[in-house]
């Protein structure tokens, strides 16, 4: 079956870096775009970025846009968010996501989710 599994978050002062990654098996990886999205606290899932098949295609939140990075590996059946110039804001659960088929920013287009991973970013 499916499975995403996220690593990589923690605890992290503002201004720092951190890099989130996403494992996945259970479908022809390179077959499929994939996003992040996050969840902080009291608020709803939030679109942050996505990426291609092919990684030629990537969308960013606006309010990430020049901070993260999404990349990917399909050797590896790896999805990365390299996330720079962190804030206390981007403090939240990053979830990976398996799209239904193509590049898109609404969570409805995601059919399959990890479990999430932690970022706190520290003031």
């Known amino acids: 079956q499916v499975q995403l599994v996220e690593s990589g978050g923690g605890l992290v002062q503002a201004g720092g870096s951190l890099r989130v990654v996403c494992a996945a098996s259970g479908f022809t990886f390179s077959n499929y775009a994939m996003g992040w999205f996050r969840q902080a606290p009291g608020k709803e899932r939030e679109f942050v970025a996505a990426?291609?098949?092919?990684?030629?295609?990537?969308y960013y939140a606006d309010a990430v846009k020049g901070r993260f990075t999404i990349s990917r590996d399909n050797a590896k059946r790896t999805v990365y968010l390299q996330m720079n110039s962190l804030k206390p804001e981007d403090t939240a659960i990053y979830y990976c996501?398996?799209?239904?088929?193509?590049?898109?920013?609404?969570?409805?287009?995601?059919?399959?989710w990890g479990q999430g991973t932690q970022v706190t970013v520290s003031s």
């Open positions: 996501a398996r799209a239904r088929t193509v590049l898109a920013r609404a969570s409805s287009e995601y059919v399959h």
């Open positions: 990426i291609s098949w092919n990684g030629a295609g990537t």
